[in-house]
């Protein structure tokens, strides 16, 4: 996964693996011991616990070692060679190349040299299918943590057998990890009944006190620590004074007791703990009344709690000199409480912060972070832009018993994708794209307003029968138009997502006192003026025919799209629909007084439903049998094309906890590629 210089966007369906990301770098990168469960490994890997067992068992600790699991990651960092000074980074650097400019590390979380045989200590002599294998994983589970260890070496990006060990410390210098968690404790005031902001005060606080001599932070501290100096000396005066009063009547009591030892009273007080116990937000009320933090929305005291922790984070890491390093800073779901509008200016102001943060302390070093921000939001999505989002696809395994893992693909990589067009038009519309289970791309007004009704009709029917339903699926449903839809083939392939596309035939045939197209009715046409059809087949010569000899059976289906255009409600030589309001009336012509149709021939009828169609304005036809009247038939083009998309069912999605030790693994856990 490739980071944007500023501001890289997570996206994707609930339980592919965002925060797990976020999670693994934020453990793997910062300093200090860590300690990984067996739940912490994916799935997958279960059974390479059992088949290292079978080759320790029986002397092969060599290969055994290569079997065994482990975590790992590796972080490439791109830096200036012309920078003269590497700063923290020059540990990291291996390669004596002086034109090369990327320093490579690696950090496994494995086991201990020479601790395997206490790893397996106790296991069974042989293995029998799953239940030995649950067996084997009951006893070496608890061990994990104790016999795994984290280890990081630098490695030379010009020869990748050439490595040294470094330290953690090393690597934390390098590259520092902060986290905003998505529970910022803001909403449950029973719970957590301290003031949230006021705790990020005392960071910054505690943050100043470490800064440089002469440095703006270091004189603030001081200064602050100087006043709260007098006043301790104050009080401690004032304090003694009243204990000299009281003394003749502890006296009375038998103290001070052995040895006649007096006590004296000193008061002190921390700074570093005064703004986060003793210090609160106000914000203004009426009639000079103010209001505590809790009093606040929401939306403003997450949006400022974000802000004065990216602070906090910010003088954190200028605290820390020049010295040449990379912030990563992950936030998760920062749309938490926010308004749509005030979820894109964040998002959009996000990359700014770099500049503006110095600029308010007087620093004339930059801030070089990098933002990871894991989002379920369509309107952050909406703004980033494509070269910063990364879309989370979950590949799914027909085993049950295999564990699901997610690829992560850069959108400005797509193939055959006209990012400009489509970024603009997610702009406009929503990014519901990159959230969804499924999709549908319809065309206009009528098609928005009618699907959701169709669909509705079309899960009763199937509930009625015990069938699951397309409802328990976020199915998200875009109008983009006939002559767009293509666009978007190669976006859909890429994101690997369900869709079904829902169109008109839209035939035509050339007209009798010109050679241009005009529109027809099905059985007279001769060709489709349909550019979504034309792309999808790749023939622009199709007939109506054609089509409908196409889709007889069933729809055509490409990868994980599938197309949807009018066919006869009856036999292919029936009357067919030219446009969704055609075939409406043809599906439901006791509607429409057409009843008395039979023994009509087909372009006859097929003729009758377009007059009739013309009465109507498009959303007025819509709104009407949408809302007003429900006892309708759903035309038989959308009823297939619904139909093959709740055939397409997706994996379903686990609880985010993992499963107990020694489980069946569950489809639902997932390992990041």
Request: negative net charge.
């Amino acid at each position: 996964m490739t980071f944007d210089e500023d501001v890289t966007v997570c996206v994707g369906r609930n339980n592919t693996g965002k925060t797990s990301l976020a999670e693994v770098l934020s453990r793997f990168l910062r300093p200090g011991e860590i300690s990984l469960r067996l739940e912490d490994f994916s799935a997958e890997s279960y059974v390479e616990f059992a088949e290292a067992y079978r080759r320790f068992s029986k002397g092969d600790e060599a290969e055994a070692r290569t079997l065994l699991p482990e975590i790992s990651t590796k972080v490439f960092l791109a830096y200036d060679n012309s920078a003269g000074e590497y700063g923290d980074l020059g540990p990291l650097i291996v390669d004596l190349d002086p034109d090369c400019t990327q320093a490579i590390i690696a950090i496994r979380y494995a086991l201990k040299p020479g601790a395997m045989k206490d790893f397996f200590r106790d296991a069974p002599k042989t293995l029998t299918g799953e239940w030995g294998e649950s067996l084997l994983l009951s006893l070496v589970g608890p061990r994990i943590p104790h016999l795994y260890e984290r280890t990081a070496i630098a490695i030379d990006p010009t020869d990748m057998t050439n490595f040294r060990d470094i330290s953690m410390t090393n690597v934390a210098r390098a590259i520092k990890v902060d986290f905003v968690k998505a529970q910022r404790g803001l909403d449950d005031e029973k719970e957590r009944p301290k003031d949230q902001i006021g705790k990020i005060l005392e960071s910054l606080f505690m943050v100043a006190a470490k800064a440089d001599d002469g440095s703006i932070l270091k004189d603030f501290a001081d200064s602050t620590e100087n006043a709260l100096e007098e006043i301790v000396e104050k009080l401690n005066t004032h304090l003694q004074e009243m204990y000299s009063r009281m003394a003749p009547t502890v006296s009375e009591f038998g103290y001070p007791g052995l040895g006649n030892k007096n006590f004296s009273t000193r008061t002190t007080l921390d700074p570093k703990r005064l703004l986060s116990n003793f210090t609160s937000i106000k914000y203004p009320g009426s009639a000079g009344v103010e209001l505590p933090e809790s009093y606040s929305g929401l939306g403003s005291r997450n949006l400022l709690m974000i802000l004065l922790t990216l602070f906090s984070y910010y003088r954190e890491y200028s605290a820390r000199g020049s010295k040449s390093s990379v912030h990563l800073v992950f936030i998760e779901e920062p749309e938490a409480h926010l308004h749509p509008q005030m979820q894109e200016i964040f998002i959009h102001q996000l990359g700014v912060f770099k500049n503006k943060f110095p600029t308010a302390d007087g620093e004339d070093q930059s801030w070089n972070a990098q933002f990871l921000v894991t989002t379920h939001s369509a309107h952050i999505a909406n703004r980033a832009g494509f070269p910063a989002i990364r879309y989370f696809r979950l590949s799914e395994s027909e085993d049950v018993h295999e564990a699901s893992s997610s690829t992560i693909l850069n959108l400005a990589e797509a193939p055959g994708v006209d990012k400009d067009f489509l970024h603009k038009y997610l702009t406009l519309t929503r990014a519901d794209l990159f959230f969804a289970d499924k999709a549908i791309l319809i065309e206009g007004t009528t098609e928005r307003i009618f699907i959701p009704a169709a669909i509705a009709d079309f899960d009763d029917a199937r509930q009625k029968n015990g069938s699951i339903s397309l409802s328990s699926q976020y199915v998200s449903i875009m109008e983009v138009g006939g002559a767009h839809a293509h666009i978007f083939y190669p976006f859909l392939d890429f994101l690997g997502l369900q869709t079904l596309v829902i169109t008109d035939m839209d035939p035509a045939k050339v007209g009798s006192s010109s050679q241009r197209l005009e529109a027809c009715c099905v059985h007279e046409g001769t060709a489709t003026t349909n550019q979504a059809i034309k792309k999808w087949f790749e023939d622009s010569a199709l007939s109506p025919a054609d089509l409908l000899k196409n889709a007889e059976h069933s729809i055509p289906v490409i990868g994980m799209r599938g197309l949807a255009y009018q066919i006869p409600e009856t036999t292919i030589d029936g009357p067919c629909g030219r446009t969704f309001e055609d075939a409406f009336i043809l599906a439901n012509p006791t509607k429409f007084n057409l009843s008395s149709a039979d023994g009509k021939p087909t372009p006859q009828i097929e003729l009758d439903a377009r007059e009739e169609a013309r009465k109507y304005k498009k959303s007025d036809f819509a709104l009407t049998f949408a809302i007003e009247q429900k006892d309708w038939k759903v035309p038989r083009y959308i009823q297939r094309g619904l139909e093959w998309l709740l055939d397409q069912a997706p994996a379903p999605e686990n609880d985010e906890e993992t499963a107990f030790l020694g489980e069946v693994p569950s489809v639902g856990q997932v390992a990041v590629r």
